[in-house]
């Protein structure tokens, strides 16, 4: 966990007082929508179809138990009991009264929880993986950069109204969980031939109308020069960014225009004049961060104790979870545990306030008190002694967080869509209940392999689409929904965009054509351990269209 | 189910009611004849499309009550019940169209809403 100071808490409680009065003055008209508009969205604060949304940051995905009742408490208190984790480490409460809303940041305020850098042409909540600090492929803890650049840029006025919103990602794995290649800058910790630790930078990535895969710019970076590379990245978007045109405002239109070279070499033009600046990175800043991730005292436990051997030997149910669920711990005895947030039929990443209590108590007893979101919508307690997840598992089970489904075929990511969203064209979680109802064998679907279906009810992509092994998108024709779908996306270390399969299928067809396209992969594929992704790379879209449209 | 910004652009013939979200806590809302708001889509002023316009104009000088206001299709059932005249706007009279987690019931105002519609889901 990552200890706030007092200028942290002093930062959240003082913009909460700020919020307060500016709520106060729009309610008595003293402010116009258009003026309060740019600072509700400051604050995370969004108008939806049927009500106000708020959308609190979790930065790197990490979550004490504290902070998770909390959560939990605002479902119950301001909202209608249950909150959806989004595809960026955010959770959302899809309810809440403006005129309530002060009080509600006050009680999150309480945890150091807000809702800044959610919303508005800012930098965002900066994500990583998920796995942070406890993944047995990792190079050291990417949270401590995470954290280095949100104290930089939370505040930075330069920063603030940039041409468009702008998402950073940074991974240190060899297997990339968070999705870099597909943010506005993605940062990857490396080891360089010399052995010394820094970072590839990847620039121009990301999905909505115009998709791209980013672009390595700086293939190694020196750890000292994080900070000031990164804002002269900002500082070339900031100054060429098309304010002009929303729909070629982010930088990814900028680096496609200029093409990555010219990009970089104007970033470097940029860096020259700032590098050994203020920006410089001290090492002992970093280290005073890094002093206050507070790291579990472990025990020293060995791997695969007797009571787990035992229960995987005597519960077939426990072992189909533990195979599934369960990962490596960096630390011998321990284990990663992800809890599925997609039970059959449920809407995808929705967790309720009784679970949210119920998980808050499962960390206290099992995680050393700490809970991880992951930009796939599941929550992980991250540091549960092997010994333990035989009891682990009964409590998770008897809460509906133990669905043996992660990284498989209704393990779907997806968006409110037109349930809630005001931006949306179609509706994307009833996709996602019936393709969970379709795929509810999980014996069926551990046969089907690692499948990710993500589902975005419009253009704009926040369930990811493009980068789905099966990608849907809802769209609108004539006044129906309509859903385009596309094969061999992914947000790997291997990031590809998806190819379009054929034309779209009406809402009610949709199902009955994944259905098809998994059942040909099933038939296409080499041998049992070929990846559905693999067999599409392997043989292109041709043979699944053939199949799914042949029949229509 | 196109966004407002969308559905600004787009003629709408036909009838049509206005509507916006409450500025108090968001919920959805339609202009009346008496230029006042109500949450009740069967309270609204339902007009033809071309005499909207006068209708949305003071709407939108009603900055405190309502946010966003804009014209929206409608359609009258057989005994003269105004419904929303598309998916998008059925969504925002009667709520998602699926259980909420934690209530263990489906909106009881969608099922009547979509039940109430010729032809609909």
Request: aromatic residues 8%; charged residues 25%.
């Amino acid at each position: 966990m990552y200890r706030y100071d007092e200028l942290d808490q002093a930062l959240v409680d003082q913009r909460v007082a700020e919020f307060r009065d500016q709520v106060r003055r729009r309610l008595v008209g003293e402010l116009t929508e258009d003026e309060f508009k740019l600072l509700r969205l400051l604050n995370g604060v969004y108008l939806q179809l049927h009500a106000y949304m708020l959308r609190v940051a979790i930065p790197y995905g990490t979550l004490s138990s504290e902070q998770l009742r909390m959560l939990g408490h605002v479902a119950r208190r301001y909202d209608r009991g249950y909150g959806h984790f989004t595809t960026r480490q955010n959770i959302q409460f899809n309810w809440i009264k403006l005129e309530e809303m002060p009080d509600t940041l006050a009680d999150l305020a309480k945890v150091g929880l807000h809702g800044m850098q959610t919303s508005g042409n800012c930098v965002r909540n900066i994500t990583t993986d998920q796995w942070a600090g406890v993944a047995a492929d990792e190079i050291e803890d990417p949270r401590i950069w995470a954290e280095v650049l949100r104290q930089h840029c939370t505040l930075h006025p330069e920063f603030t109204f940039l041409p468009r919103k702008f998402k950073i990602a940074i991974s240190a794995a060899a297997h990339d969980r968070a999705a870099v290649k597909v943010h506005d800058i993605g940062l990857r910790l490396i080891r360089n031939g010399a052995g010394d630790v820094g970072f590839e930078v990847l620039v121009g990535g990301g999905l909505g109308r115009t998709p791209f895969i980013g672009k390595t710019i700086k293939p190694f970076l020196a750890k000292r020069d994080f900070l000031s590379y990164i804002e002269a990245i900002l500082r070339v978007y900031n100054q060429y960014g098309r304010r002009d045109n929303i729909y070629k405002a982010r930088i990814k239109i900028l680096v496609h225009e200029l093409g990555a070279e010219k990009f970089a070499d104007e970033v470097e033009k940029e860096w020259n004049e700032i590098r050994e600046g203020d920006l410089r990175l001290d090492p002992a800043v970093v280290e005073e961060v890094s002093a206050r991730f507070v790291y579990p005292a472990y025990e020293n436990l060995g791997d695969n104790p007797p009571e787990l051997a035992r229960a995987r030997k005597e519960d077939r149910s426990f072992a189909a979870w533990l195979d599934n669920s369960v990962a490596n711990h960096k630390q011998p005895g321990y284990a990663i545990v992800t809890l599925s947030l997609k039970p059959t039929g449920g809407p995808p990443g929705d967790a309720t306030a009784q679970q949210m209590d119920a998980i808050a108590e499962l960390a206290d007893r099992y995680s050393f008190g700490e809970i991880r979101v992951g930009h796939e919508q599941n929550l992980v307690l991250p540091h549960v002694a092997q010994r333990d997840l035989p009891q682990l598992w009964q409590r998770l089970e008897a809460l509906e967080l133990a669905t043996p489904n992660v990284g498989l075929v209704s393990d779907i990511i997806a968006c409110p869509g037109l349930d809630y969203c005001s931006l949306a064209n179609a509706r994307s979680i009833p996709v996602a209940q019936e393709l969970t109802q379709r795929f509810r064998d999980h014996a069926l679907a551990r046969t089907i392999g690692r499948l990710h279906i993500n589902i975005s009810g419009c253009i704009n992509a926040c369930g990811h689409h493009h980068v789905g092994h099966i990608g849907i998108l809802g769209v609108e024709k004539n006044g129906e929904e309509f859903y385009q779908i596309t094969l061999g996306g992914r947000a790997d270390e291997n990031a590809e965009l998806g190819t379009l399969l054929g034309p779209a299928v009406r809402y009610g067809e949709v199902a009955d054509v994944i259905e098809d396209v998994v059942a040909a992969y099933v038939e296409l594929r080499e041998r049992p351990e070929e990846l559905f992704i693999d067999t599409v790379k392997r043989l292109g879209v041709e043979p699944f269209k053939e199949r799914v449209y042949a029949a229509r | 189910m196109t966004s407002p910004h969308e559905q600004k652009k787009r003629r709408i013939n036909g009838t049509v009611v206005v509507t916006a979200n409450r500025l108090g806590d968001g919920a959805v809302v339609y202009r009346t004849m008496d230029d006042d708001w109500t949450t009740d889509i069967a309270s609204a002023a339902v007009v033809a499309a071309p005499a909207a316009a006068a209708l949305l104009q003071r709407a939108e000088a009603d900055g405190i009550r309502a946010v966003g206001p804009y014209i929206a299709p409608v359609e009258l059932a057989h005994d003269q019940r105004v419904l929303p005249g598309n998916l998008r706007e059925r969504i925002r009279v009667a709520g998602p169209t699926f259980v909420l987690p934690g209530t263990g019931q489906e909106c009881a105002r969608y099922a009547e809403a979509t039940l109430a519609l010729p032809g609909a889901a």
